[in-house]
């Protein structure tokens, strides 16, 4: 099976804060993706990668960036973190972009005071 | 964005009964997706149906599809409690990536 771990379950950061967010997937998954969930909003796409060192935004990508310099590993970097910020963030790999099952990590529940 | 929009936003039924949720969409699409998301948890692929197919089974999932009205609908039989969670569509385009809604809430009552 897939695996796509996130590194932290929970994460409570303060205004202000640089922080990362870091994703790795087993699979040798071309694509990966970083969702972000509200209540009330679904899931919103901030950014995806389709291949190493390839970037594209997403539908909400101000406030982020991302680096993906391996494969197996897609990091979601909040330059300053702001309290609507606050959320869940879903990491997602898939083999093509569009038309195959996406597998996701158990998200990172991000809390910022 | 262009995305699924599930309908209706929660479901409390009785176990053993069937579900279903209704999922519509606005452009062409590839293909069609169903997620479901216990609570807290990242999301778990169901089914996916591809634009030429109408419909599809999955144990006690049943997909459809309608690109002529542009809806999906998610059919769970018999339910049970363990199928308590939120339900998730998400469209394919054909140059684009996969855009969620906002998910059905679905409770199944023991």
């Known amino acids: 099976d897939v695996k796509v771990t996130q590194s932290s379950r929970y994460l409570v950061k303060r205004t202000g804060e640089k922080v990362f967010l870091e994703c790795v997937q087993d699979?040798?998954?071309?694509?990966m993706f970083w969702y972000r969930q509200d209540p009330g909003l679904g899931l919103r796409l901030i950014y995806f990668?389709?291949?190493?060192?390839?970037?594209e935004k997403g539908d909400i990508p101000e406030g982020y960036s991302v680096s993906r310099e391996k494969k197996e590993r897609f990091s979601l970097i909040l330059e300053s973190a702001s309290t609507n910020q606050t959320s869940m963030y879903l990491c997602?790999?898939?083999?093509?972009?569009?038309?195959?099952?996406?597998?996701f990590g158990n998200g990172t529940r991000l809390t910022v005071t | 964005s262009q995305q699924g929009e599930e309908d209706p936003q929660a479901l409390s039924i009785q176990e053993g009964e069937n579900a279903t949720m209704n999922c519509s969409y606005k452009?062409?699409?590839?293909?069609l997706q169903w997620y479901r998301q216990n609570s807290g948890r990242g999301l778990v692929h169901l089914i996916l149906?591809?634009?030429?197919?109408r419909e599809k089974h999955s144990g006690r999932l049943r997909v459809t599809l309608d690109t002529s009205k542009k809806s999906s609908s998610l059919l769970i039989t018999a339910s049970r409690a363990a199928d308590t969670a939120s339900y998730f569509c998400?469209?394919?385009?054909?140059?684009?990536?996969?855009?969620f809604g906002a998910g059905t809430r679905l409770t199944v009552k023991p």
């Open positions: 149906i591809r634009s030429n197919e």
């Open positions: 998400a469209t394919g385009f054909i140059s684009d990536d996969m855009r």
């Open positions: 997602a790999s898939s083999m093509t972009p569009y038309n195959s099952p996406l597998h």
């Open positions: 699979m040798d998954h071309e694509n």
């Open positions: 990668s389709y291949d190493v060192k390839m970037k």
């Open positions: 452009t062409s699409i590839n293909n």
